[in-house]
């Protein structure tokens, strides 16, 4: 086996989108978990919660899109 540039520049992308990935989606799934309990708690506050959840999620996953978009700088540019 013959590790070269692009051996490492592939490695490099997977391990950029597979740690990237991985805190978005632990934060959504905690930011789910928290909103499903308060709406077990106070049922009527659902709008206020809804809206808060989905902008949390929204930011979780732009980090998401982040950590893509540097694996494809690995893998095109560098």
Not at 23 to 37: E, F, S
């Amino acid at each position: 086996m013959e590790l070269t540039a692009e051996t490492f520049k592939f490695l490099a992308a997977a391990l950029a989108i597979g740690a990237g990935a991985l805190g978005p989606g632990i934060g959504i799934g905690l930011t789910a978990l928290g909103a499903l309990q308060s709406l077990g708690r106070n049922p009527e506050a659902q709008g206020i919660i809804r809206t808060n959840m989905l902008v949390g999620m929204a930011f979780a996953e732009s980090v998401a899109i982040y950590a893509l978009v540097v694996a494809l700088i690995i893998l095109f540019v560098v």
